[in-house]
């Protein structure tokens, strides 16, 4: 039964293309993380979020009581930012120079949030210790990424004039 439904899912020809997009833009995202040198990217984050919160650090490492937060390619927000390209790339509309509008301010306003993300985590693991700052981290990722997927849907409904997700889902697929 669920395969027959996803088959038929699939069989709409802008759901495809969807999916394909969303799949090749997030892969392509996903993949430069790891090829390529993010180390002073890494760096930089972590140096913010030190002198932004008065703490010492160590290349891409801040220590905290009872642990250390290693500001991972992951920490970055380019996932986050990955995921809300993949998303505005994934169907036709908007414009192409509204698209370039919105990822560039879309993903400089998720990585100026991501600072403060890794400055909060960091905040509870020297408040609360390392297992209070891992349940953060993790939280605080889902959040992100409801961040990035709720501007794509307010920027999209906006533009599209939609008053629900439903009325932004018959607008998209017709």
Not at 60 to 89: D, K, M, N, Q, R
Request: proline fraction near 4%; aromatic fraction near 12%; glycine fraction near 10%.
């Amino acid at each position: 039964m669920v395969n027959q439904m996803g088959a038929r899912f699939l069989e709409h020809p802008v759901i495809r293309r969807f999916v394909i997009r969303f799949l090749a833009v997030f892969g392509i995202v996903q993949l430069s993380m790891r090829v390529l040198p993010l180390e002073s990217f890494q760096k930089w984050l972590t140096q913010t979020v030190s002198a932004w919160m008065q703490i010492p650090f160590a290349g891409a490492y801040i220590p905290f009581e009872g642990g250390v937060f290693y500001v991972s390619p992951e920490c970055t927000g380019l996932t986050s930012v990955g995921i809300f390209l993949a998303l505005l790339l994934g169907f036709n509309v908007p414009s192409a120079k509204k698209k370039v509008m919105w990822g560039v301010g879309g993903g400089l306003g998720l990585l100026v949030l991501n600072v403060v993300r890794v400055g909060g985590v960091v905040s509870v693991g020297q408040t609360y210790g390392a297992s209070a700052a891992e349940f953060v981290h993790i939280l605080s990722w889902f959040l992100m990424t409801l961040v990035a997927v709720g501007m794509w849907y307010w920027l999209l409904a906006k533009e599209m004039k939609a008053e629900s997700p439903v009325d932004l889902a018959e607008k998209l697929l017709h």
